[in-house]
């Protein structure tokens, strides 16, 4: 009978240390961090996002981008992922979100969700102060450099052609300026807030830049992968409180209030 006692004993305290484990295990999963989700952003884009002395990513959507989230109840961290490709790590999963400058097209939308617009921009061409261009109907037989992938490229593709061997692609818009500076292009379409940074912080460089009404307003959105409703829906609410409280204004101004004309 004792034997028996003991085994019975035995099993009713094993059978508690289960039961523990099984409270502890639920506890430790009920408070473990919230989860992280990861923002791609082309960090060669400034101000929109670009790398400071330190190797972290900065800038204009980074700024907004932390401030959606603090206001949606969520976190974030930046990576650094190349545009060209940038939608691929999105629908892969590798990214939850891109906040990267990126125009709402309805090309896009096919693929991706977009948040509301947060930024309105347009494109604008770059060329050496000397230079007789006045209009983009100029460019048609000149040297364009525009970066691979973006509207700059789909907007010159429209007007001299799809495979003219006179539109230069690189990678990023820091190749794209350097190749101007270089004199392997004429020209360089690209977005104005981009163009504008650069030539306010490159004077010496000569060189001016032309608004076109031929070019549409864009608006740049965050994306999501598509039918991801519940973090689109943070995305949003975070994005109409920096507007309603004034946040998002002194963002705006702290990139852009010097570089209206």
């Given at each position: 009978?004792?034997r028996i ?6 099993v009713l305290?094993?059978a ?13 999963a009920?408070?473990s961090e919230?989860?992280v ?15 400071n002395e ?8 980074v ?9 949606g ?5 930046f ?16 990214r ?10 309805d ?17 604008l ?17 000149m ?12 907007i010159?593709?429209?007007?001299l052609?799809?495979?003219?061997p ?6 990023s ?16 379409v ?6 504008k ?5 490159n ?6 830049f ?21 973090l689109?829906?943070k ?27």
């Amino acid at each position: 009978m004792k034997r028996i006692f003991n085994l019975s004993l035995c099993v009713l305290s094993a059978a508690l240390l289960m039961t523990a484990c099984g409270k502890q295990e639920s506890k430790t999963a009920e408070t473990s961090e919230p989860k992280v989700y990861l923002v791609g952003a082309e960090a060669t884009f400034a101000p929109f996002e670009y790398q400071n002395e330190q190797k972290e990513i900065v800038g204009f959507d980074v700024d907004v981008m932390n401030a959606v989230a603090d206001k949606g109840g969520f976190k974030i961290k930046f990576v650094n992922t190349p545009f060209e490709g940038i939608f691929n790590f999105l629908a892969q999963g590798d990214r939850d979100l891109l906040a990267s400058a990126i125009t709402i097209t309805d090309e896009r939308k096919q693929t991706v969700d977009f948040s509301e617009p947060y930024f309105e921009a347009a494109q604008l061409i770059v060329v050496p102060k000397d230079s007789k261009v006045t209009q983009f109907a100029d460019l048609k037989n000149m040297k364009v450099g525009v970066q691979s992938a973006t509207t700059g490229d789909e907007i010159v593709q429209k007007e001299l052609g799809k495979s003219n061997p006179n539109i230069k692609r690189l990678e990023s818009a820091t190749l794209v300026m350097k190749e101007l500076e270089g004199g392997g292009v004429e020209a360089v379409v690209s977005d104005n807030g981009v163009i504008k940074n650069y030539i306010k912080n490159n004077p010496s460089e000569g060189f001016r830049f032309i608004s076109d009404p031929a070019f549409p307003k864009e608006y740049y959105g965050i994306a999501v992968k598509k039918g991801n409703a519940d973090l689109l829906a943070k995305v949003n609410k975070g994005l109409a409180a920096i507007k309603a409280d004034g946040t998002y204004d002194k963002i705006y101004a702290k990139y852009f209030a010097d570089t209206s004309k």
